[in-house]
């Protein structure tokens, strides 16, 4: 039976390499392989006894310029079957390769292969420098209100050298109360230094293989009173700086921070690395909407403050872009704090799920998602959700595949095969592996990620909850260039054992797009101290808006929801001035306020 199920397995997963995939059914029958070895004397040659890379993805490209992909095992070897004959650039991408890892001169090789012909091509990489280089990825199974779930760490040393013990702090989300950690592959001891963070003490972690990350899991209570509009915003730091191989950058490293006062938001900017050539550009997103966008100039050790008016009932966004080319272990692509009014993260709506957070650095992952009630048996969670109905992510984004799974079938599942033709819009080199409920052992053909779990365990439902669910995340980031309007769709499959069950994930897609964030305000901001007031907020019939000190010519922009303009009013030389209700429909409305042509103001009313 166990045979019988095997072929059926195999049989699946060479049909969706043959169909999912997009390949067609040409003659496939020359093979390449080989391995990727730690060059540990850069003498470029093979010597004996030298260390295979594990779990390195390898790229075939054809002369038509196809791409093939495969992963190493743990001991370096690869293998491409299948190919069609024709002329292949074999490569590898080594996780921060530029920084720890050097390339043997002539170390990608160009192969053309006949029909039924074996080829053989080595990879030597040798050690550019001898440090550890610890990579932290959350992630968590489904969060049920008045249920215990799965919060999970993944710790990956891709560096060139082994982690001594060290440490990192998880703060977890208000809504969330730690109790207990799971067995893990590795002992971890856990301290709590707060309500809500845990202070994480480590032994050593070997590097080298890439895509195999420790495994850390926690249980977290989840609180009865989350909704599916809250936000739940867990957050996890490497606290050794020792571990950190800072490579030489002379250009900016933006820091962002905010402070709350009851009347207004101050978002400030920092440069803490050197001198800035470059315009830095920043955005403060109000929910949904772009309340403002400029630029700044930092020098080394310089910040600004931008300040906004505090609507008391909004979620904020600040991010800025730091300069093109950053190093991931000096800094993201982009830096970015969010809070609501003065809540901080308590009150956050799950709309920030929308926007991406800084993945990119490996010291630092942040991890967003909602309660979700009722949930089915089989999901696909993105990261981010993307902008809107549509789903919008920017050119070059990175998407994070979280795929949920739960028993209920009656019986005890043994073994689960996650199998994923992922887009052929994502950039399979790119491909990272996160944290999981399980031990997980990956193939990668081409662009389909085979995970399979053995000796899963996982109990039936009804019987025991907690043992039932579970989870498995990996992302990539999108090819560049692709055009706007792509659409970058994913549907995933899961097999269990028991009965050779097989379930079709609900599809999960994204919309590559530019400047798709709807704009409240064209004005740039100009600080002042005029404080404007609003009342009453809601309103039925009319609302005034009124500024203190001199009169002025008082201007109002007002938009719905979609950023269409539908009303203007003005008052010239006065301290206030009215919007009367009129034909407007019942709903939300975001404003400009404008005194002498000068941007005081925007915000939210609502219109009973």
């Known amino acids: 039976m166990n045979t019988y199920k095997s072929l059926l397995k195999i049989l699946f997963f060479t049909s969706c390499y043959l169909f999912g995939g997009g390949y ?51 001991n370096g070897f690869y293998t491409f079957q299948l190919l069609p004959p024709d002329t292949y650039a074999i490569s590898a991408k080594l996780a921060y390769d530029t920084t720890y890892w050097s390339a043997c001169p002539n170390a990608f090789p160009t192969i053309t292969i006949q029909n039924g012909q074996v080829d053989t091509a080595h990879l030597l990489f040798f050690r550019a420098a001898n440090a550890p280089l610890i990579r932290a990825e959350l992630s968590s199974s489904r969060f049920e209100p008045c249920k215990t779930a799965l919060l999970g760490l993944a710790m990956q040393n891709v560096g060139t050298d082994t982690a001594s013990p060290y440490t990192a702090t998880l703060i977890l989300d208000p809504k969330l109360s730690y109790s207990g950690t799971v067995v893990s592959s590795s002992q971890v001891s856990v301290s709590n230094t707060s309500a809500d963070t845990l202070l994480l003490n480590f032994g050593n972690l070997q590097g080298f293989e890439l895509q195999k990350p420790t495994l850390y899991n926690f249980w977290v209570n989840v609180s009865c009173d989350a909704s599916p509009n809250d936000l739940f915003y867990n957050r996890v730091f490497i606290d050794n700086d020792s571990l950190v191989r800072r490579p030489v950058w002379n250009d900016a490293i933006i820091k962002t921070s905010h402070q709350c006062d009851m009347d207004s938001i101050r978002f400030e ?42 609507s008391m009932v909004n979620s904020y966004r600040f991010e800025a ?42 010291f630092i992952d942040y991890h967003a998602t909602s309660p979700i009630v009722n949930s089915p048996d089989f999901y696909i969670e993105t990261s981010p959700k993307g902008y809107d109905s ?7 984004s990175w998407i994070e595949y979280t795929v949920h799974f739960r028993n209920t079938q009656g019986n005890t599942v043994t073994d689960i095969d996650l199998i994923d033709t992922l887009p052929q819009e994502l950039d399979m080199s790119t491909l990272e592996i996160g944290a999981s409920s399980h031990d997980v052992q990956l193939n990668v053909h081409n662009n389909i ?73 064209v004005f740039r901001n100009a600080l002042t101290n005029q404080k404007v007031v609003v009342y009453p907020n809601p309103f039925k019939s009319q609302t005034t808006f009124e500024i203190a000190n001199k009169a002025a010519d008082l201007r109002l922009y007002l938009f719905n929801g979609l950023g269409q303009m539908v009303k203007t009013v003005e008052a ?6 009215t919007l009367y209700r009129d034909q407007l429909s019942a709903g939300v409305y975001y404003y400009q306020f404008v005194a002498d042509d000068v941007f005081l103001d925007a915000g939210k009313i609502v219109a009973e």
């Open 24 to 74: 067609s059914l040409q003659a496939q029958t020359a093979m390449i392989m080989g391995r990727v070895l730690d060059d540990s004397n850069a003498s470029c040659s093979i010597d004996a006894n030298e260390m295979g890379l594990g779990q390195v993805i390898i790229t075939a490209r054809s002369s038509q310029n196809l791409l093939y992909h495969t992963l190493t095992d743990s």
């Open 390 to 396: 549509l789903h919008f992510v920017n050119q070059g």
């Open 269 to 310: 900017l920092k440069n803490i690395g050197n001198t800035n050539q470059n315009p830095i550009e920043y955005y403060i997103v109000e929910d949904n909407v772009m309340l403002r966008q400029g630029t700044v100039n930092l020098q080394n050790n310089q910040s600004t403050t931008i300040t906004i008016p505090n």
């Open 572 to 577: 010239k030389g006065s301290h206030q001035l």
């Open 321 to 362: 872009k730091n300069p093109f080319g950053i190093p991931a272990v000096l800094g993201d692509s982009f830096t970015y704090v969010m809070g609501e009014s003065c809540d901080t993260v308590n009150r956050l709506s799950d709309i920030m799920t929308w926007y991406p957070t800084n993945d990119a650095s490996p």
């Open 449 to 521: 990620l085979n995970a399979h779990i053995y000796n899963a365990n996982l109990q039936d439902s009804s019987a025991n909850y907690l043992q039932s669910i579970g989870f498995i995340s990996y992302r990539a980031r999108l090819k560049d260039n692709l055009p706007n309007g792509t659409t970058v769709q994913n549907r995933a499959h899961i097999l269990y054992d028991i009965n050779f069950a097989y379930y079709h994930l609900p599809e999960v897609f994204h919309t590559v797009g530019h400047n798709f964030i709807r704009v409240l305000s």
